[in-house]
């Protein structure tokens, strides 16, 4: 090879070799940078595996073992890094019983990627954590890592479960719940809502509150709520609404604001009370005590009242027996009209106490044809001129045993039903008839007793009932009337005296076309006495007997004395109950008879009857009042065998009272007598 041929292969040569020396050159610049690169992408994983706020855990995929842990996870399981690392996942506390323990592992290594949304970890010092666990799998220098990302939602998930709890208290809670934007417009309401206005969720959804309104309250009211929670504030206050069918109802309304972080208003939230019934409540209980005041100073008033007219009744009757008919019959004839006038002022006082309900329940036997009859003028009065009365009684009716004043209650309150079902004129009858119902006939219409019965019917042709109302009638408190207008007490009233009867009480109605009460009492099947057959009959007259009368009325007192003592009677008299007791102390003879007041300051009359029956074991006891007051009375009704005269009373209603009363100690006397009558003939024989 010549020098020229050789020296230019050397030279290609050292082209080609410095060509490669700057090539490998480049690539050891290339794999500094990259290594650059990489330390630098390495040092960034670092830095994020450290600060991660998830707890990150690094396994040996074919082992099993932690190879790392960043420092978040360490604190969260309260692990040393030294105890963690090097150790296998099941040997360790916070996952030995949970999805990443031994037998799990396969399905970590199995698959790329496992999520469990809710796992429960305990740390090492015993905290019961809740986490989201996530795993991968990579392949790191040609080997398998396992990477186990792991969250605290424990917080999350106590919020979560509190969102769910407030979300079913507010489903299940009493009041509605109405949330709207910050424009007013409705976003949800809760199912008492619905309920309370009849609207469904889907119907109000994205509506203005407004298609609740009821035209109650004005634009100044809607204004002023409005302006009150936009400024930010708090409303609270009572409206009335209107639900979808029309009906309108009261609510007590709270709205409140609700804020995001920032401050601004949002949405608002309103918790609605329905309050329609606590109203209508309150209202029948104000009438119900507005009812019992006037019944309380209607009773005074009668009570009072009878005191009086028993004075005007005796004196009249005392100046009647001085007078003689046929030479001043004028005067006679005044007296007898005072007499009159001041027997059927015993009806008024009569007609109040029914009203007051403090009436004395003393069932007699009676024509109850004859009891109606004597109530028309006062039921024509009640139910008012535009309405027309008529009478329909059946003959030979059978006759009852009851309190004739209980046939004013009914008569009275079944009436003024009839009245208000009226609206303008109208006509209201009353009849009277006998029934008798057998077994087969009560099976065919319930309600009906087996038995014979008197019927009294009150029937209108008003406005009638529908049958919601007509099966709630006799309900205490129920009224179909407006608020004021009523207490629906006087319908249970009825029912209540017809049962208290042994009877029972039907309704039949339709609306339109009017309404009929039928009231079924017993028929009395004993012996009738006419009450009537008495008057005119002489007063029986003392045997000598001492009666103690006790009254705190003085005028009535003395009117007491003078007609006992007209009849015959030894009287001695008493202003309370306090000298009544003094005088039967020091009295040396028998008192055989009292005569007290029922209602006296300081001891009623039945502890003044005890106390003095201690002192004297055989006296007899009349009471007598204006009004029981449930002093004497038993659930309504007068105790057996005690004997009454109700005020006010006449000579001879307290002549034959007092000698019914004394009757038997009379007969007991008589006897003895005869007995000591029959000794003496035997002895003189």
């Given at each position: 090879m010549s020098e020229t041929n050789a020296g230019a292969h050397i030279f290609q040569a050292n082209i080609e070799l410095s060509s490669k020396i700057a090539h490998l050159e480049k690539a050891l610049q290339e794999k500094e940078r990259i290594d650059e690169v990489l330390l630098d992408s390495e040092k960034r994983y670092r830095r994020l595996f450290e600060s991660a706020k998830d707890g990150i855990l690094i396994l040996d995929a074919d082992t099993g073992k932690v190879v790392d842990a960043n420092p978040f996870l360490l604190q969260l399981l309260d692990y040393s890094y030294e105890a963690l690392c090097g150790k296998y996942i099941w040997e360790l506390g916070a996952f030995k019983d949970i999805a990443a323990s031994k037998d799990a592992f396969q399905t970590l290594q199995d698959n790329e990627y496992i999520r469990y949304e809710d796992l429960p970890l305990e740390t090492q010092s015993g905290r019961v954590i809740a986490v989201e666990f996530v795993s991968n799998v990579y392949l790191v220098d040609h080997s398998k890592v396992i990477q186990c990302n792991i969250r605290d939602i424990t917080a999350h998930k106590r919020a979560k479960a509190e969102r769910k709890q407030l979300v079913a208290a507010i489903e299940q809670v009493g009041e509605g719940i109405v949330m709207t934007d910050?424009?007013?417009?409705?976003?949800?309401?809760?199912?008492?809502?619905?309920?309370m206005t009849g609207y469904r969720g889907n119907e109000v959804v994205g509506q203005n509150p407004r298609i609740l309104k009821s035209g109650e309250q004005d634009g100044h009211f809607y204004r002023n709520l409005w302006d009150t929670i936009s400024a930010g504030k708090n409303w609270a206050g009572r409206i009335v609404n209107k639900r979808k069918?029309?009906?309108?109802?009261?609510?007590?309304?709270?709205?409140?604001?609700?804020?995001?972080?920032?401050?601004?208003?949002?949405?608002?939230?309103a918790v609605q009370r329905d309050i329609t019934e606590q109203l209508r409540l309150a209202a029948q209980f104000q009438q119900a005590q507005k009812?019992?005041?006037?019944?309380?100073?209607?009773?005074?008033?009668?009570?009072?009242?009878?005191?009086?007219?028993?004075?005007?009744?005796?004196?009249?009757?005392?100046?009647?027996?001085?007078?003689?008919?046929?030479?001043?019959?004028?005067?006679?004839?005044?007296l007898e009209e005072i007499i009159k006038a001041a027997k059927r002022s015993t009806d008024i006082t009569r007609q109040l106490l029914t009203f007051a309900r403090k009436q004395s329940i003393v069932p007699v036997v009676f024509d109850l044809n004859q009891a109606v009859e004597s109530t028309l003028k006062m039921l024509s009065r009640l139910i008012g001129e535009d309405i027309d009365l008529v009478w329909v009684p059946q003959a030979g009716l059978g006759p009852v045993k009851m309190d004739p004043g209980q046939i004013d209650q009914i008569l009275a309150n079944l009436c003024v039903n009839a009245r208000d079902a009226i609206a303008d004129v109208g006509k209201v009858t009353i009849e009277t008839g006998n029934a008798v119902f057998d077994e087969a006939y009560c099976a065919d219409h319930p309600g009906f007793v087996v038995g014979e019965y008197v019927l009294l019917a009150v029937s209108d042709d008003g406005c009638g009932m529908d049958k919601a109302t007509l099966d709630k009638i006799f309900e205490p408190f129920f009224t179909s009337k407006e608020v004021g207008q009523g207490t629906g007490l006087g319908l249970s009233m009825v029912y209540g005296i017809v049962k208290q009867n042994s009877g029972f009480i039907n309704a039949y109605s339709e609306p339109g076309k009017g309404t009929t009460f039928r009231v079924y009492l017993p028929r009395y099947m004993g012996q009738v006495v006419d009450p009537l057959q008495?008057?005119?009959?002489?007063?029986?007259?003392?045997?000598?007997?001492?009666?103690?009368?006790?009254?705190?009325?003085?005028?009535?007192?003395?009117?007491?004395?003078?007609?006992?003592?007209?009849?015959?009677?030894?009287?001695?008299?008493a202003g309370t109950p306090g000298e009544a007791i003094g005088l039967a102390e020091e009295f040396a003879g028998q008192i055989h008879l009292l005569?007290?007041?029922v209602v006296m300051p300081g001891m009623n009359g039945r502890d003044l009857a005890e106390r003095l029956q201690a002192l004297c074991p055989n006296m007899k006891i009349v009471f007598m009042s204006g009004y029981t007051a449930n002093v004497i009375a038993c659930r309504g009704v007068l105790d057996e065998g005690v004997n009454f005269l109700e005020k006010p009373f006449s000579m001879n209603n307290l002549a034959v009272k007092v000698a019914e009363t004394l009757d038997g100690n009379r007969k007991k006397n008589d006897l003895a007598l005869s007995k000591q009558r029959k000794n003496m003939e035997i002895y003189s024989s």
């Open positions: 910050a424009q007013g417009i409705i976003q949800f309401v809760n199912p008492a809502f619905k309920r069918d029309g009906t309108l109802y009261t609510e007590e309304t709270t709205i409140s604001p609700v804020r995001d972080a920032s401050g601004r208003i949002v949405n608002y939230v009812m019992e005041a006037i019944g309380l100073l209607a009773g005074g008033v009668a009570h009072d009242y009878n005191n009086m007219l028993t004075v005007i009744l005796g004196y009249a009757e005392l100046a009647l027996r001085k007078v003689d008919q046929d030479q001043d019959p004028s005067v006679h004839a005044d008495k008057k005119g009959a002489e007063s029986p007259l003392s045997h000598g007997e001492t009666v103690l009368v006790v009254e705190d009325e003085p005028a009535l007192l003395k009117m007491s004395k003078m007609m006992l003592e007209k009849l015959g009677y030894r009287v001695l008299t005569l007290t007041d």
